[in-house]
């Protein structure tokens, strides 16, 4: 049985940026929180996960999709979204897939793990943090960054993360809301 943690203060904090009618996609939803958050918004809510023990609960709210995003391809083929989630996870082969299934305008709301974290709990691998600075790195080639963390976390728990909200280019160049701060 999954235990049922609060959704993410950071996903909380940008999910105001995607936008009514959206399509979002929660990589590695595990047990759907932040999906959770987001019923109810007008929104066209999707998760992936390998683990499926949290998907009957899940359905009556969001399309769900069991993948191993680790070991198949990506289960989405071209589709893109307005917005993709990610928390608690990395997979850096996938990072190339998920800004090409970002919609134009779309939104990432992306935090993990990060070097430091070995030192005091899990994850220790460091295949699973991020280096310094790494998430930003990756996204602002290709998106506009409207916020970055890289640091200590008291809540809710002791942890070393990153964290970034980026906008892909909008089509025609059209501002996206995020640019309006």
Do not use: K
């Not at 958050?37 to 949290?54: F, M």
């Not at 916020?147 to 728990?157: H, I, L, M, N």
Request: glycine share 8%; proline share 8%.
């Amino acid at each position: 049985m999954h235990r049922h943690l609060p959704p993410s203060p950071w996903v909380l904090r940008f999910a105001g940026l995607i936008p009514a009618g959206g399509s979002v996609l929660d990589v590695a939803c595990g047990a759907g929180r932040n999906l959770r958050a987001l019923a109810g918004r007008d929104r066209q809510l999707h998760g992936v996960d390998r683990d499926t023990r949290a998907f009957d609960a899940l359905r009556a709210i969001a399309t769900m999709r069991e993948a191993d995003l680790e070991a198949a391809p990506w289960p989405y083929g071209a589709q893109r979204f307005d917005a993709l989630i990610v928390t608690n996870y990395l997979w850096r082969p996938l990072l190339p897939t998920l800004l090409d299934a970002l919609a134009p305008g779309g939104v990432l709301i992306y935090e993990t793990f990060a070097d430091g974290q070995q030192d005091i709990g899990r994850p220790r691998n460091p295949d699973h943090l991020l280096r310094r600075a790494e998430l930003l790195d990756w996204a602002r080639p290709r998106l506009r960054v409207v916020a970055f963390e890289d640091g200590f976390v008291t809540a809710p728990q002791a942890a070393f993360v990153q964290r970034i909200c980026a906008v892909a280019p909008a089509l025609g160049g059209a501002a996206h809301p995020a640019y309006n701060l």
